[in-house]
């Protein structure tokens, strides 16, 4: 009977001992927390990746001051205000970072080479993403690749393209379409692209082509077959080129 009295004493001490071990973790850790979120403030911030915009637009866009605390802001809102406020930067190009003691990185990509959509006496500037990055009156943009044939539904500057109802598969292949010339580093040979045609679309390439492609064709795989071919054509060759893919054919006219 005495030994099973203290067999209880010594499992209730052992059970005490571990709770106090746990309490003085959980005391401990709330003490560092504290200390990360009330002591640690913003005292620098170095933005890097900008060309269009300066450091001084993307720290006023952000929304951060100098003196906020560093881990209790919200990097999330602030990439989301960056990207409202400065369309020339998507929300998933957008990186925050903290370094400690006082520092907070902010890198960001600007969009490629954007094109441009004349309408209603205005150009609204397309990202390869098919953001509308910019409004300019239709006589400057004289710069730009053309994308024609096609109407914008409320354009507005900040946002998504939005094609007229019977466009819808000619948005999609669009999209597509920029994405892989984005992808590769392409952008810049594009003079136009034409989707008034709505069996093919065709885009004015390299100075010197006039290219047509399938709507929702494998893009990526048909500027592979593209640049190939003319890789192997003489310089001052022109004409216009039929792509297809089943099989892949590059025919030039």
Known sequence: MARRRHSNRRRRRGNFGFLYKLLSVLVICAAMVMALTLFFRVDTIEVTGTERYTEKDVIEASGIQLGDKLFLLNKYEAARSIAEQLPYIDIEDIRIRRELPDTLLIDVAECGTPLAVIQDGSAWLLSPKGKIVEQLPASQAGDYAVIDGCELLAPSVGTDIALSTEFANQQTSLLALLAALDAAGLTD???AIHLDDLSRLTMDYAGRFSVEMEYNADY??????????????????TGSIRLDLNPPILTLD
């Open 189 to 191: 040979r594009v003079d």
């Open 220 to 237: 990526d795989r048909m500027l592979q077959i593209l640049e190939a071919g003319i890789s192997k054509l003489e310089s001052n060759q």
